[in-house]
T-cell receptor
Framework: SQQGEEDPQALSIQEGENATMNCSYK?????LQWYRQNSGRGLVHLIL?????REKHSGRLRVTLDTSKKSSSLLITASRAADTASYFC???????????FGKGTRLSVIA | KAGVTQTPRYLIKTRGQQVTLSCSPI?????VSWYQQTPGQGLQFLFE???????NKGNFPGRFSGRQFSNSRSEMNVSTLELGDSALYLC??????????????FGPGTRLLVL
C-alpha cells in the first residue's frame, strides 16, 4: 500500500520556471526521501530529510518537511529540460522496514 | 565505484515459464532490495536481503523468491509467470545495516515482458 502520495500527478512548466511537488503521508516517519526516475530507468536518490529536520538544500533542490501536517515538498528552481522525469517520495518508518514509495509526479520541462 | 548492475536488461518470456534476474550491488553494500514497478501499482517492494538472509518481504505470492550470495550479489526468481508479472524489476543496494530505510542506490532495472 502507498504511504506517500505525490501531488500533482503531472506538471508541465517552461524552462527557467520553478517546479513544486508535494508529498503527503499517513504515519509517523523516520525520514523522507525524494528520488528521480528518467523514463523507464532506475531511480536516482536526490535528498533524504530526517524527521527532526525542517528543510534541506542540494543545488537547485529544496525540500521541506512538516511532520505536523505529514507532508513534504520538493522545489526545483530554474528548471531545465534535463529535469524532465518522474519524481517520487519515499518514507522510512522505523527499524528494518523498507521504504514505501508514492506513485510519483511526472514533470515535463519545456524548452 | 561502479554502480548497481542488473542483468539482463530486457527479457521476453511466455506464461508458465520461470525467470531469474541478477543484481550486483555497489561494492561494500550489504543490503539488497528488489522492487516491481508497473504503471498501475507503482513501485512495490518485493524483498530485502542482508548478509544472505531475507530480512523483509513484501506482499507478493510465493512464486516470487530471491536469494543473496556471500559476495552480496542477489538473484530473484519468478516461477510460473503470469501476464501481470510484466514489469520493470528494480534492484537497489544500501550501505548500512539499517538497509532498506537508508538511501537506496538503484540499478537500471530489468524490463520483463510476459506474453
Amino acid at each position: 500500500s502507498q504511504q506517500g502520495e505525490e501531488d500533482p500527478q503531472a506538471l508541465s512548466i517552461q524552462e527557467g520556471e520553478n517546479a513544486t511537488m508535494n508529498c503527503s503521508y499517513k504515519t509517523s516517519i523516520n525520514n523522507l526521501q525524494w528520488y528521480r526516475q528518467n523514463s523507464g530507468r532506475g531511480l536516482v536518490h536526490l535528498i533524504l530529510i530526517r524527521s527532526n529536520e525542517r528543510e534541506k538544500h542540494s543545488g537547485r533542490l529544496r525540500v521541506t518537511l512538516d511532520t505536523s501536517k505529514k507532508s513534504s515538498s520538493l522545489l526545483i528552481t530554474a528548471s531545465r529540460a534535463a529535469d524532465t522525469a518522474s519524481y517520487f517520495c519515499a518514507t522510512g518508518v522505523s527499524g528494518n522496514t523498507p521504504l514505501v514509495f508514492g506513485k510519483g509526479t511526472r514533470l515535463s520541462v519545456i524548452a | 565505484k561502479a554502480g548497481v548492475t542488473q542483468t539482463p536488461r530486457y527479457l521476453i518470456k511466455t506464461r508458465g515459464q520461470q525467470v531469474t534476474l541478477s543484481c550486483s550491488p555497489i561494492s561494500g553494500h550489504r543490503s539488497v532490495s528488489w522492487y516491481q514497478q508497473t504503471p498501475g501499482q507503482g513501485l512495490q517492494f518485493l524483498f530485502e536481503y542482508f548478509s544472505e538472509t531475507q530480512r523483509n518481504k513484501g506482499n507478493f505470492p510465493g512464486r516470487f523468491s530471491g536469494r543473496q550470495f556471500s559476495n552480496s550479489r542477489s538473484e530473484m526468481n519468478v516461477s510460473t509467470l503470469e501476464l501481470g508479472d510484466s514489469a520493470l524489476y528494480l534492484c537497489a543496494s544500501s550501505r548500512w545495516a539499517q538497509g532498506p530505510q537508508e538511501t537506496q542506490y538503484f540499478g537500471p532495472g530489468t524490463r520483463l515482458l510476459v506474453l
